[in-house]
């Protein structure tokens, strides 16, 4: 077995919901282990919480409670917020990749930024080879985000994440607004991606073909909690 690559412990998580700010538990004591290279399922009902743990693992959000370890180092979340160099490691893709670019400017533009990230440096074979991973030409960077197909977009903000250099993925739903062939060669793509580069995925779906498709193993966010799935 390789190493740990992420491990989630007693992830607890309220919201403040409504006039009164009543809090609504949508996590409890959710516990999870990732292993470096695995693609690791989580299905679950609409509002369940996916997503929910998604965000805080990736650093977008906050635990009320809980302990994260990256490579058995445990992350607080100011650290997260602060070190680069840990949360570069660590990236969600999201179901919309609809506001990852910058509407008024080319898609060119959106790459070069990411490359003035503190750590980030230009792979060998320049920005051309990440796009020939992901199956897309240099010419479509000279176009805006509303020039390109849903398909393209999403591999657009797969490539992005790859320039980072991450060691896991969060899958949020990649694949949900996508028509079914375009689904397929996406899913076929992230499976190419995650053996070249022995990456880890985090894949949340609503979909179990899909997730025993590309899962070593599925786990189901019920009633707050993670449980092992069938
Ligand atoms: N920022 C927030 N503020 C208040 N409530 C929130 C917030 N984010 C999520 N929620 C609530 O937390 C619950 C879980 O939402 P979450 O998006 O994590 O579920 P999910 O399982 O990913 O759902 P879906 O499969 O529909 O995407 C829902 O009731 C949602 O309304």
């Known amino acids: ?48 919480g996916k997503s929910t743990f998604g965000r805080i693992l990736s650093g977008l959000d906050r635990s009320d ?16 917020t602060r070190d680069y160099s840990i949360r570069r490691k660590i990236q969600i893709l999201f179901q919309d990749p609809g506001g990852t670019f910058n509407p008024v400017k080319t898609l060119k533009n959106s790459f070069l930024q990411v490359l003035k990230l503190p750590g980030v440096t230009l792979p060998d074979g320049g920005i051309t080879s990440v796009l020939e991973d992901i199956g897309l030409h240099e010419e479509i960077l000279s176009r805006f985000p509303h020039e390109i197909s849903g398909g393209q977009a999403q591999r657009l903000a797969l490539a ?20 079914l062939s375009v689904q397929a060669q996406i899913l076929h793509l992230l499976k190419r991606i995650k053996e070249k580069r022995n ?23 019920e009633l707050g909690t993670i449980v092992p799935y069938q």
Request: hydrophobic share 35%; net charge neutral; with cysteine.
């Open 199 to 221: 990456i880890s995925y985090l894949f949340i779906s609503h979909d179990e073909e899909v997730l025993q498709f590309m899962c070593d193993k599925i786990f189901k966010m």
């Open 160 to 179: 992005r994440i790859l320039l980072v250099n991450p060691d896991l993925i969060i899958l949020d739903e990649p694949t949900s607004a996508l028509d």
């Open 1 to 48: 077995m390789s190493s740990v690559l992420i491990t989630a412990k007693d992830i607890s998580k309220s919201y403040s919901s409504g006039y009164s700010g009543t809090r609504q538990k949508v996590l409890s004591k959710c516990s999870l282990t990732i292993h470096q290279g695995e693609v690791v399922g989580l299905i679950g009902p609409s509002g369940s």
């Open 65 to 80: 409670s809980g302990s994260i370890h990256y490579r058995d180092r445990p992350l607080t979340y100011t650290m997260w």
